[in-house]
């Protein structure tokens, strides 16, 4: 199975990566591609460019061989739909290979406004990670038809169902890293050294 991870990533920090990691190995993935997205659909554009954000990213990934970074949404102009994304992915593997985007508890509540949302299904399974501060919406009818409690079940087919994953919570999130560097608070711990680092270096997110 391979697991796709999108994000915004402005920056990556360890509730991305320690989510990542755990998701890895309960669904013993062959690879989880982290997916930065260039042009959000749902949110203005960030400050720091995609460039910026794919760098921290791959300098956080680096000693993680089961992790790498997908660019693709950086190398087409327009929003970064992604179930254009997923498109453009499945064209590339086996058509019976199962496909999983990992979402978080807050990405999936606002899943019925993403571009074509029903569609997704039909290139990949969504696994919904658990997060602080967010508990998932009522289910639809949409979701109770794709719903599935055994995770071994996302085995048998390449898309379409839904699963729900209890991870690690921390309550980190990338608004709360730029948020705090504006206000030149220590943002050791909520992210990897050597992105503080690149952070401090670009003097990014500073007021
Ligand atoms: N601490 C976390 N635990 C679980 N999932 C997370 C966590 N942080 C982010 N995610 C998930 O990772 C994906 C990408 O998140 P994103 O890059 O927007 O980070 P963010 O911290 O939510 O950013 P921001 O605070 O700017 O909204 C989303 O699906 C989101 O739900
Ligand atoms: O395709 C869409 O319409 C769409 C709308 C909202 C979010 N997404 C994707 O969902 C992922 C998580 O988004 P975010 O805002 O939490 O970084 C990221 O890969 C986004 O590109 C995609």
Not at 30 to 56: D, I, K, N, Y
Not at 127 to 145: A, C, E, H, Q
Request: with cysteine.
């Amino acid at each position: 199975m391979i697991g796709i991870y999108g994000g915004t990533f402005n920056p990556v920090h360890y509730g991305h990566l320690r989510t990542a990691l755990e998701v890895s190995e309960i669904f013993a993935l062959h690879e989880l591609r982290l997916l930065p997205c260039a042009q959000p659909a749902h949110r203005t554009e960030p400050e720091v460019s995609a460039e910026a954000r794919v760098q921290m990213l791959q300098m956080a990934i680096k000693d993680y061989p089961q992790f790498s970074c997908d660019t693709r949404e950086l190398e087409r102009a327009g929003p970064s739909y992604m179930v254009d994304t997923l498109a453009s992915i499945r064209s590339e593997i086996d058509d019976d290979m199962p496909l999983l985007l990992f979402i978080g508890t807050d990405a999936f509540n606002s899943l019925t406004s993403w571009h074509r949302w029903q569609a997704l299904f039909d290139y990949a399974h969504i696994v919904v990670m658990t997060r602080p501060g967010y508990k998932p919406d009522s289910l639809i009818n949409f979701y109770l038809d794709r719903q599935v409690d055994d995770r071994h079940s996302l085995k048998s087919c390449p898309s379409g169902k839904i699963y729900f994953q209890q991870v690690t919570q921390l309550e980190i999130s990338a608004s709360f890293i730029r948020k705090a560097v504006a206000e030149q608070k220590n943002i050791s711990f909520l992210l990897p050294e050597s992105v503080i680092e690149y952070i401090q270096a670009k003097r990014l997110y500073r007021a």
